[in-house]
């Protein structure tokens, strides 16, 4: 019922930058927040920033002054700014939307397939 497509993810030395983005698409009614997750090999799934759909942010603090969060209400779309990126920043990052599909009153989870972000020299 709803689909999240991210991309730009890649390969990128350290102290460089990428722009995640993440759409949205299907029977949505109403998106209550979006954000980014990330698991590095061998690690637990950790949260790293979210935004609600009035602006409001958190951020996880290994990435504070370097990630920033953004979205395109009108497009149904989340972005992930990254700079200074470090080594300790690989993974693959996947995309979650909180919302309410059309028809119903519950609130769900809804996750992108990911997108693989390598850092090295």
């Known amino acids: 019922q709803v689909r999240l497509v991210e991309s730009g993810g890649g390969l990128v030395q350290p102290g460089g930058s990428l722009r995640l983005s993440c759409a949205a698409s299907?029977?949505?009614?109403?998106?209550?927040?979006m954000g980014w997750y990330r698991q590095a090999p061998g690690k637990q799934r950790e949260l790293v920033a979210t935004i609600g759909w009035h602006g409001t942010t958190t951020y996880a603090d290994s990435v504070k002054g370097r990630f920033t969060i953004s979205r395109d209400n009108a497009k149904n779309t989340v972005f992930l700014q990254m700079n200074s990126l470090k080594s300790e920043d690989t993974a693959v990052y996947y995309c979650?939307?909180?919302?309410?599909?059309?028809?119903?009153?519950?609130?769900?989870?809804?996750w992108g397939q990911g997108t693989q972000v390598t850092v090295s020299p």
């Open positions: 299907g029977s949505i009614f109403t998106i209550n927040a």
């Open positions: 979650n939307m909180k919302g309410v599909v059309t028809s119903t009153v519950n609130l769900n989870d809804y």
